[in-house]
């Protein structure tokens, strides 16, 4: 049976994108990401609790990343976790979990994010593939009183 690696995140940018330029035009930029969760507890104080992700992007966006992305910004992430496995200098064996981005959406306001225009915009990761995907999707059907079959009804 196949599996489901997807994670969704929505938060704030805890610093600045560090963008790595690597051999063969290869580009990868890490960032810190900052989602809050809140509630009451037992005697109604509101409770913040903060959770950090690193996530992972490369290519494309990795570079409209460095462009536009700084720290405070919100963003909405879909990607997949990725675990690396090393041993540090010590010989000791060490786990990071990171997020793999497959696709974001810059969100708030323009001042927030100085480039964007309006709403956000949606930066997927380019997947090399034998035949193209469909990007588009069919027109929502037009459900107006002004419809042009109104001449047809009895009433």
Known sequence: MAGVNKVILLGNLGADPEVKYLEGDNVVANLRLATTESYKDRNGNRVDQTEWHD??????????????????????VEGKIKSDTWQDEQGQN???????????TMLGSRQDNPGQEGG??????????????ATSQAPAPDLSPSSADDDDLPF
């Open 55 to 76: 996530l992972e992007l490369w290519g494309g966006q990795a570079k409209i990343a460095e462009q536009y992305l700084k720290k405070g910004n919100q963003i909405y």
């Open 120 to 133: 956000g915009n949606n930066y997927q990761q380019s997947r090399p593939s034998a035949a193209p995907a």
């Open 94 to 104: 060490r786990k990071r979990t990171k997020i793999r981005v497959l696709s974001f």
